[in-house]
């Protein structure tokens, strides 16, 4: 049973004690070398588009930015559940998922980079455009493929759908959340098609590979 964590000393003092909460330390590293790679310029001619035809027949909805926002609370809302309140097994889990989807990402956006030109002006003038022009003007539309906002999503949502000692209801309102985070990002053209498509294969395919792997032990 894992002790009762009621502040955030006592958050420490587990983390100290239990040495695979040091997964952790993979956001630091990650996040300072996503933010090299940002700054790294990059001919044109080397990055590779990623578009279908498709993409151009899905409209531009503002509003969906709140979904996309929305993802800003899941991401480190799921690590404390499960750090806290969840299994080392189901800890360990997310952990495998969505920091081995984050490094898959991070080694194809460095030996092939690649971006969208899909972003068109936006008109309005609502709360939600402006939003979305400030993330634009601090999130340029390359490293996009695959996707880390889907993929960090899907493996939030299966982690969450295998734990059992959550609710069945808990589980769907995690899913239809996670589905209208995924939709968001094609709508307000942060991603296309086969930037969400590669991001929840390869968080599948991570699953399958846990759940391989777990048998043995």
Known sequence: MRPDIHSFKDLCIFIRDNKYTWWLLYIPAYLIYFAVLENITVPDEAVRIIETPLDRM???????????????????????????????EDFLKLCFILF??????????????????????????????????WMRAIDPPRNVCPSMHVSSTVAIDVTVRGASYIRIRSKNIVTIISI????????????????????WGMSLVLLFVWNLWHKDF
């Open 180 to 199: 209208l985070i995924c939709l968001s990002t094609l709508f307000i053209r942060q991603h296309s098609i086969i930037d969400v498509l590669c991001g």
């Open 100 to 133: 081995g989807g984050y490094t898959v990402c991070l080694f194809v956006y460095t030996v092939a980079p690649n971006g969208l030109n899909l972003r068109e002006p936006l008109t309005g003038h609502d709360i939600f455009s402006v939003f979305i022009g």
């Open 58 to 88: 899905i409209p531009t909805i503002p509003w969906f930015f709140i979904f996309y926002a929305i993802w800003w609370v899941l991401f480190p809302g799921a690590i404390l559940y499960f750090l806290i309140k969840g299994t080392k």
